[in-house]
């Protein structure tokens, strides 16, 4: 005849602090490991985007040079057809027949000539805007290449440490992960959820001196009592932390 399977007895308080305990050594392990890694990651990742940033800008000013030279072109155009204009005003000059028609051409003469010098102007100073664009992308292109340069020296110390940290931060995830089922369900989530919110990272910590050793607020003398028998699970009233006995941790360390 088949047996059937037992559930499995729940784990005492003291067995899941323990359990808590431990797994909070283990993310101290780890957030250890992030820190020599330091502020590599995020500054990898900002280089990355100003370099994006920088080229984005060098296409921008190329296609603002673009437009400028179109616009010189449309100068340019405008300058042939006043030159054109004007030669056949002059033309006509041989041919008037009195002041009025003279004066008249005169003035168009003036005023296509007037238009040619602006023209002129214009081309000039679209002429001095591609030189300030082309210089605005030499200096964007050796803004990229320092940049560039920098991300290339960050990412070799990055690919070093997380080389020679890689296998340690992975079997400590594993012993972290083979030690979630020893606690239940409702105080793993709480756990990770007050480590998620904690400055330092801290869920458990461990009294110290009848004080919360994440806060350091004094704890009520019932309180203390209770985190000593190790029946209930105890949370600092004012940080939210799970709190140890020193004493349970003193006998897990032996």
Aim: charged residues 35%; contains cysteine.
């Amino acid at each position: 005849m088949a047996t059937e399977n037992k559930p499995e007895a729940p784990r005492s308080v003291e067995d899941r602090l323990k359990t808590l305990y431990e797994l909070q050594t283990i993310h101290n392990e780890i957030r250890r490991i992030r820190d020599i890694r330091g502020k590599l990651p995020e500054e990898v990742k900002e280089l990355e985007v100003t370099i994006q940033g920088l080229h984005t800008r060098i296409e921008k000013f190329k296609h603002e040079i673009e437009e400028l030279k179109n616009k010189s072109m449309i100068e340019s155009g405008k300058i042939e057809t006043k030159k054109l204009l004007i030669e056949r005003y002059r033309q006509q000059l041989d041919n008037v027949r009195n002041n009025h028609e003279f004066d008249s051409l005169t003035k168009e003469i003036e005023y296509e000539t007037l238009d040619i010098q602006l023209a002129e102007k214009n081309i000039s100073d679209i002429e001095r805007a591609i030189a300030n664009r082309e210089n605005d992308i030499e200096n964007t292109l050796q803004e990229i290449e320092d940049h560039s340069n920098i991300l290339e020296e960050k990412k070799a110390d990055l690919d070093r440490i997380i080389g020679e940290t890689r296998s340690e931060e992975e079997n400590l995830y594993a012993r972290a992960k083979s030690l979630e089922p020893g606690v239940d369900e409702r105080t793993l989530t709480a756990f990770k959820r007050i480590r998620s919110k904690a400055h330092n990272g801290l869920g458990i910590v461990v009294v110290d001196r009848n004080a919360c050793g994440g806060c350091f607020n004094r704890i009520p003398p019932q309180k203390q009592i209770e985190i000593k028998t190790h029946k209930k699970i105890i949370v600092c009233e004012y940080c939210g932390r799970i709190m140890i006995d020193p004493a349970l941790v003193a006998e897990m360390q032996h």
